[in-house]
């Protein structure tokens, strides 16, 4: 697990593109996760925007077409629970009698099974091929997906994942004590590397010093 930490705009989100084009052509499962600032308590927003884009869910679909694309996706998966299905259906809002039953269980125990449902995914990705996590600007998160990252946190221990967390600076881990946690704050880059990065996009065409300080005044 690596918390990447840093100001907005200072690169997190390119470093995160720029590990998954490295490995590109190495066999793994990318799963992608997005914090919003609309939704910091709406209870597993990234969790389940990953699931509905993932499964090729459609707000125009109709409930039978989405229960029959869920089935599909965890059809992929080497070892589902058995009631992953019906779990995922009614975090997804899908209303399909015929493919999920109801579920009779508590508020409380529908939770924690729902949690450790979303904690098995992970597992069961991890079957197959190693996996690349990112989850983004954690810094808006909601604590029902804050409590399932750390269960997650404290599961792939084992397993071949890479979890990366970005965040900003005034974001507060919740998942301290793990040894397999690093984290990496990105700073501004130094003058020389600023003019070697202008260097490369400019392709080595001379350009001088007064101008490099123009394009680092209105970059930043």
């Not at 799963?31 to 990953?50: D, G, H, M």
């Not at 404290?154 to 967390?165: A, E, K, M, W």
Request: aromatic fraction near 8%; charge should be neutral.
């Amino acid at each position: 697990v690596v918390l990447l930490g840093g100001e907005p705009g200072i690169g997190k989100s390119r470093v995160t593109r720029a590990v998954s084009e490295r490995i590109a052509s190495d066999p793994h499962t990318l799963l992608q996760y997005q914090c919003s600032t609309y939704y910091t308590n709406s209870a597993l927003y990234p969790f389940i925007n990953q699931l509905s884009l993932a499964a090729g869910l459609d707000f125009q679909d109709l409930a039978a077409a989405k229960a029959n694309k869920l089935s599909a996706y965890l059809a992929t998966l080497e070892s589902p629970k058995s009631e992953m299905g019906s779990l995922f259906a009614r975090l997804l809002s899908i209303a399909d009698s015929e493919h999920y039953g109801p579920l009779s269980y508590s508020p409380e125990q529908l939770k924690a099974k729902t949690l450790e449902a979303l904690t098995h995914f992970i597992a069961a990705k991890c079957a197959a091929q190693p996996v690349l996590m990112i989850f983004e600007d954690a810094h808006w998160i909601d604590p029902t997906s804050a409590e399932l990252l750390g269960l997650i946190i404290d599961r792939i221990q084992s397993l071949p994942v890479l979890l990366i967390i970005t965040h900003r600076p005034e974001f507060s881990s919740p998942w301290s004590g793990y040894p397999n946690i690093t984290s990496l704050t990105l700073n501004q880059l130094g003058r020389r590397q600023v003019r070697l990065m202008v260097d490369r996009v400019a392709c080595k065409r001379p350009l001088s010093p007064e101008l490099v300080d123009i394009i680092l005044a209105k970059t930043g």
